[in-house]
């Protein structure tokens, strides 16, 4: 995991990958929106569930490096505790 203070601030690559990020779970509110109203629609529900995989593939990566995004259970955290380590994902 990465430390962050002034001396160390975040790379380049934690925007990048957090953005892409945003980018493809924005895309599985607008495939859940549609969804709902077209339960019926084989391609999208593939496309949910091929993207909602990557998501999460890509929510591991990033954690691997620079720790949770999720509380509540949904990320696992190293040993220390590391939510108490900033920035937190929306605080960037």
Do not use: C
């Not at 339960?39 to 909602?52: G, H, I, R, W």
């Amino acid at each position: 995991m990465i430390t962050v203070s002034r001396q160390n601030p975040l790379p380049p690559e934690y925007y990048d990958e957090l953005h892409a990020l945003q980018a493809i779970d924005f895309t599985l509110v607008e495939l859940n929106l549609y969804l709902d109203t077209h339960p019926d629609d084989l391609e999208t529900l593939k496309q949910f569930n091929s993207t909602a995989l990557k998501s999460r593939e890509m929510t591991e990566a990033f954690e691997k490096k620079y720790g949770p995004l999720q509380n509540f259970g949904h990320s696992f955290s190293a040993y220390p505790w590391q939510w108490k380590e900033a920035p937190w994902p929306w605080q960037v």
